[in-house]
Every structure is written in C-alpha cells, then in structure tokens.
C-alpha cells in the first residue's frame, strides 16, 4: 500500500516532494488525498483526517505551518493530472473525474460548463480529491466463502468510501483465477485501472474489462460478445441498468453489482435497491460497514425479505424519510 500512495504522490508534480516524505506508517491507511484551493493539503485515513505541512510532517489540527492550495497550485496541478492534455481527458472530466495510471482517481470539482444543458466541462477548479487504488488480496475472502449466494445473484450496499469497489475488485481476481469467466464494467477506470489498453490491477487470467462502456452498454455488450459466468459492476441505479440486469438474468449470467446505501433503512427506502431487487437477479444483498472499517461486511439478507419488509413506496414516503434520518443521526452518533 505505501507503494501505491508513492505511485499517487508521484502524479502530483512538484508537490509530489511533500508527499513523499509522509512516514511509510501513514502512507498504508491513505485513502484520499484533497487538494482545496486557500485550504491545507488533507490525507484522509480510517477515522481521521490529517494535514500536511510543507516539510512533509502530519498534525491534526490546521496551523499557520500547514501547507495552503492556492488557485495556482491547484490549477497547475489539473494539468498535471491530465499529462498536460486536458483535451484527451476530456470525455472522464465531463463525468467529474480522471483517470490515472495506477489504477487511481483523481476527482474534480469546480464550476460547470453546460452546453445544451449537460456538462461540457469544468472551469475554475476549487478542488481536487485524488483515490488511492486499493489493491487487497483476500479483501473479497468472505463473499468467496458464499459461494452459492454468488451464484445466485448479489447486491453490495454501503456507504461512500467503506470499500465496496476494494472487494469486488478482489471478487473478480478470485473468481477469474478459479478459472470463472468473468466480465467487468468498468465505467470510471476504478476496478482494472487500465492504462493504455492495459489494466493496472490483477484480475486473474479469466476477465475480460469493459473500460469505459456506460454500465448498461456494458452489460450488454458483454453478455452478446463475451459468455461471461460472472458479470461485475459498481454503483447500479439507473432504469436502463435495470433493464441490463434483467437481460443478465435471462442470458443466465450470474451479476455481482455495488450499490450506495448507509444501513437497510435507507436500502428499503431507495426506489432504484427496489427495482434491482424485484429483478429477481439478486437473491443475496450483504450489507458494508462505513469507512472506520473498510471492506467489512456487517450484515447478510435475502432479497426476497427485504422486499417483503419494503412497503408501498408511494404510500409511505413520510417513513422512509424518517427512516434516512434516523439512519443518518446514527452514523453521526456513532
């Protein structure tokens, strides 16, 4: 993991110095580090945020030593990201990211450019959020263990950063090793990282990677082109995704797909978790921890229960409000 940080920092061009020198101790527990223009470069851990100061060292409160993005820096480093082709990454900037090699990430954020009221591009860069790629063997060893619930379809629900893409990255690596065909749509470059054609991460000698493809193209494309066993996706909602999974379903194509949601009440109250699940092309949904503890798994359902459990959406929107903040005054005191 520190070599994957080094890899990141080295990205960064004339900061990458600075982060560089944080202790190798540090460097395997980093999962983001953000760039905010007038603000201090901030390393995203486990539970904690740590700032940097200009010699390399970590505090834990800002002070007058830390070091402070500016505009200039910020942009500088935009280019930097982009290989100094913003041009080339063109299409990834207009979707609020670049892809790096890696297998990292680098999110961007700033003002929008609309053209025909869709985002052209970005302008006025404020900040930039850059993803360690996490690479960890056994990180999918207890969704491997469910052999048959794999078979059967499942859905990965968590929140933002609890390592939901960690594990099924992982997932796909032990599935293509055991000799499963395997095919991943990989929408945003997080799952392989390929670079130049080829991928910056193992995933067995079994996968075949749909880099770039929207999910439902590449759910498509896959079942027509590559008589995938196992089909991989991350992050599901859309209404034509919906209707992929279901043409998965039919071809007889297992799906093994992420999807955002902090605890079962607000996967109950998620239009989209309910139109997967009545697919029938999840039988088993396993709930994620937040991102105190990464790549674990709290909690195993059966879709059919939570269907059943799930009332009309329509007649009882004021519930699921209540459920979403409860489920969110409860991360926040926990």
């Given at each position: 993991m520190e070599l994957r940080f080094d890899s990141a920092a080295a990205a960064c061009g004339p900061l990458a110095p600075m982060l560089l020198a944080v202790p190798q101790s540090v460097k395997r527990d980093v999962q983001e580090i953000r760039f905010r223009a007038g603000k201090p470069i901030a390393l995203s851990l486990p539970g904690k945020i740590l700032f940097l100061t200009g010699r390399g060292e970590l505090v834990h409160t800002v002070t007058p030593g830390c070091f402070f993005t500016d505009r200039p820096i910020l942009e500088t480093l935009f280019r930097q990201l982009c290989s100094?082709?913003?041009?080339?990454?063109?299409?990834?900037?207009?979707?609020?990211?670049?892809?790096?090699?890696?297998?990292?990430?680098?999110?961007?954020?700033?003002?929008?450019?609309?053209?025909?009221?869709?985002?052209?591009?970005?302008?006025?860069?404020?900040?930039?959020?850059?993803?360690?790629?996490?690479?960890?063997?056994?990180?999918?060893?207890?969704?491997?263990?469910?052999?048959?619930?794999?078979?059967?379809?499942?859905?990965?629900?968590?929140?933002?950063?609890?390592?939901?893409?960690?594990?099924?990255?992982?997932?796909?690596?032990?599935?293509?090793?055991?000799?499963?065909k395997v095919a991943v749509i990989d929408e945003r470059g997080e799952f392989a990282g390929v670079w130049e054609g080829e991928p910056q991460n193992d995933l067995g000698p079994?996968?075949?990677?749909?880099?770039?493809?929207?999910?439902?193209?590449?759910?498509?494309?896959?079942?027509?082109?590559?008589?995938?066993?196992?089909?991989?996706?991350?992050?599901?909602?859309?209404?034509?995704?919906?209707?992929?999974?279901?043409?998965?379903?039919?071809?007889?194509?297992?799906?093994?797909?992420?999807?955002?949601?902090?605890?079962?009440?607000?996967?109950?109250?998620?239009?989209?978790?309910?139109?997967?699940?009545?697919?029938?092309?999840?039988?088993?949904?396993?709930?994620?921890?937040?991102?105190?503890?990464?790549?674990?798994?709290?909690?195993?359902?059966?879709?059919?229960?939570?269907?059943e459990n799930r009332r009309d959406s329509d007649g009882d929107r004021g519930v699921c409000v209540h459920r979403l903040e409860q489920g969110a005054s409860a991360r926040a005191a926990g």
């Open positions: 100094f082709s913003v041009y080339s990454h063109q299409s990834e900037i207009q979707n609020g990211y670049i892809a790096l090699r890696g297998g990292h990430r680098a999110g961007i954020c700033g003002t929008a450019v609309l053209s025909q009221g869709k985002i052209s591009g970005i302008r006025n860069i404020s900040s930039i959020n850059l993803r360690i790629a996490r690479e960890i063997r056994g990180a999918a060893d207890a969704l491997v263990v469910k052999g048959e619930a794999l078979l059967g379809g499942l859905l990965l629900a968590g929140p933002p950063c609890c390592g939901k893409t960690t594990v099924l990255r992982d997932l796909a690596r032990q599935l293509s090793e055991a000799r499963k079994c996968c075949d990677v749909l880099d770039g493809y929207p999910k439902q193209e590449g759910m498509l494309q896959a079942i027509r082109v590559l008589s995938p066993e196992f089909l991989i996706c991350d992050e599901l909602g859309g209404a034509g995704e919906v209707e992929a999974v279901l043409e998965s379903l039919y071809a007889g194509v297992s799906v093994i797909a992420s999807l955002h949601a902090g605890s079962v009440q607000e996967l109950l109250c998620r239009p989209q978790a309910a139109a997967l699940l009545q697919t029938g092309a999840f039988q088993t949904v396993a709930l994620m921890d937040g991102r105190a503890a990464p790549g674990k798994i709290i909690r195993w359902m059966k879709a059919g229960d939570l269907l």
